[in-house]
């Protein structure tokens, strides 16, 4: 019995080289600079919406252009231990307070300016957030605003306002301007 083999099956051509992949932190550092601004612009978006109802979360009757307090609704409603921020509902310090952080930390993410001062108010902002959205529905400890929180450390201790942001002027600047510009990261 004889055996004959293909000629198909012994030709192996060379396989095409796969496309390299970019470079881990190249891809590392624009995958940041996207969550960055993602992150920031949904804080910017939070305030728009506020200010001018635009009916996405707040209707226009409930906006702050319309007399309504951004803050009063959500911490009037408040119970449990949460419940001892229910007084601050309303006054006009907090919802500026608020209002500000929130457009503050937002555009400097979009920007990628001042993430260490971004970071400790967000840390801030969202601490007060997850506290007073406890008990969290779906975990009893972690919620987005602590993830979040981590989030602006990440963007804050790796350099993430260099990539598509004002990162490199930024700390040309604080070199020119002094230490205190620099504190600002």
């Known amino acids: 019995m004889t055996t004959t083999t293909s000629p198909i099956a012994s030709v192996r051509p060379e396989a095409a080289p796969a496309p390299a992949a970019p470079a881990a932190p190249a891809a ?12 920031g612009f949904m804080l910017v978006w939070d305030v728009v919406d506020k200010v001018f109802g635009l009916g996405i979360s707040t ?4 906006s702050w252009l319309a007399g309504v307090s951004p ?3 959500y911490l009037a409603s408040l119970h449990g231990p949460a419940g001892i921020l229910a007084p601050l509902a309303g006054q006009a310090w907090v919802d500026w307070a608020f209002m500000g952080g929130m457009l503050l ?3 400097a993410l979009m ?13 801030l902002l969202f601490a007060l957030l997850w506290v007073s959205a ?6 009893p400890f ?10 602006l450390w990440v963007f804050a201790t790796t350099r ?4 598509w942001g004002f990162g490199r002027p930024w700390d040309a600047l604080a070199e020119q301007r002094g230490a205190w510009l620099r504190q600002l990261g």
């Open 71 to 73: 803050t009063a609704g």
């Open 59 to 62: 209707p226009a009757a409930k």
């Open 111 to 123: 920007l990628g300016i001042g993430l260490r001062a971004a970071a400790a108010a967000g840390t």
């Open 28 to 39: 590392a550092a624009r995958l940041l600079a996207v969550l960055r601004i993602l992150l």
């Open 142 to 151: 972690v919620d987005e605003h602590v993830v979040f929180a981590l989030l």
């Open 160 to 163: 993430a306002g260099d990539t």
């Open 134 to 139: 406890m008990p969290t529905q779906n975990n």
């Open 105 to 107: 930390i937002g555009a």
